[in-house]
């Protein structure tokens, strides 16, 4: 870990105490609404935070005589009280942390080769870095984070022929909601539920989309048209939707029933599914400070209060239990497994064909050769 040194001593203004160096972090963070920035001191389970929505200090700030000072407005953002309250506050033992949106640091009483005395210190390393290692450390699970826009892709291939009716045979699948009542679709608020969503939905052989945020027009009336189609035949259409218990997320609920009945699918059963309060009490993810620069924050805030939580904190197997429990509800068992036995037999007549095939693909090499295939 990299550290930026100051010439600061533990016995430098030993005169003032936490008091002082809350008030002063508090000041600072206020200081920073004059550049837009919103302000909130939430405190929970006995660990106060300030936040500072928008700010983005830079490292030159741990040095004396750099500040944000504004040369029209002389509103000393991150100047030396800012510094000296991190000093107080490391040699009262408080543990504390400047986190930006790309580094954490760390003040700390270090030894000095400069001065041969402990100076203050200031340790830090980028978010992605400490990531990196902990992977590498095997603290952080390789397969825990998921890059879904870089991955390797090129067609498959097989060796022989017998491979490929393999394939197909592996492949091949009936729509399982052939002849239910009800027709069934998954919405998750973002690309990082997908995996999860993905996998349990390929075994329910139910549909699923990554919303991105809040849904575009041009899919939301796709999707409109597409539930109208199945309750004009008749069927009973649910669309399910997992979201953060946050501002947009709760609001991306609300906006994509509404839009739907707006476009004409107005006899769907739509039903968010994740993230409730009660869930959050049964399963206990860690909260986050509510982001106040999201304009939905205020109203949010006044009802709910600071925390927000967000839904892939939940492990896996919540997620796809959820999905699971609400899908079979909706789901004739008799006529799913009438389905499987059909799709069986037919993977079966499939595998047939591969094994009437058996002898000719044991000599494939030399047919290739008699009839220049590979030519």
Not at 272 to 286: K, M, T, V, Y
Not at 288 to 296: A, E, H, V, Y
């Amino acid at each position: 870990m990299k550290a930026v040194e100051s010439s600061l001593s533990p016995k430098y203004v030993s005169g003032r105490g936490v008091e002082e160096a809350v008030r002063e972090i508090l000041q600072n963070a206020i200081d920073q609404k004059a550049d837009g920035a919103e302000v909130s001191a939430p405190y929970d389970r006995e660990t106060p935070s300030v936040l500072a929505d928008g700010a983005r200090p830079k490292t030159s700030t741990l040095l004396l005589g750099e500040s944000g000072k504004d040369g029209e407005r002389y509103i000393g953002k991150c100047g030396e009280g800012y510094k000296l309250a991190l000093l107080v506050l490391t040699r009262e033992r408080k543990p504390v942390k400047a986190v930006t949106d790309a580094e954490a640091w760390t003040p700390e009483f270090r030894p000095s080769e400069t001065f041969g005395e402990e100076s203050l210190q200031s340790g830090y390393k980028s978010l992605g870095n400490l990531i990196n290692d902990a992977r590498l450390a095997g603290l952080v699970d390789w397969h825990a984070i998921e890059d879904r826009t870089r991955s390797l892709r090129r067609r498959p291939h097989w060796e022989e022929p017998q491979e490929t009716i393999d394939a197909i045979a592996r492949q091949h699948h009936i729509d399982y909601w052939e002849g239910q009542e009800s027709y069934v679709e998954a919405r998750a608020e973002e690309d990082a539920l997908m995996g999860i969503v993905e996998q349990i939905g390929d075994k329910l052989d139910v549909a699923r989309f990554s919303c991105r945020g809040h849904t575009g027009q041009s899919e939301l009336r796709g999707a409109a048209m597409r539930l109208k189609r199945r309750c004009d035949a008749g069927r009973h259409a649910v669309p399910l939707h997992l979201g953060d218990r946050d501002p947009s997320g709760k609001d991306m609920s609300r906006d994509i029933a509404a839009r739907l009945e707006l476009l004409g699918a107005d006899d769907v059963e739509f039903r968010r599914l994740a993230l409730s309060l009660d869930q959050i009490e049964e399963f206990g993810p860690p909260p986050n400070p509510t982001k106040l620069s999201d304009s939905r924050a205020q109203g949010y805030i006044g009802q709910f209060g600071y925390e927000c939580w967000e839904l892939d904190a939940l492990d896996p197997s919540v997620i796809s239990r959820l999905i699971d429990e609400n899908v079979r509800m909706h789901r004739d068992e008799e006529l799913y497994r009438d389905v499987l036995m059909r799709e069986s037999e037919e993977k079966g007549a499939l595998r047939d064909l591969r094994d009437g095939y058996q002898g000719p693909i044991q000599n494939w090499s030399e047919i290739c050769e008699n009839h220049d295939i590979y030519q």
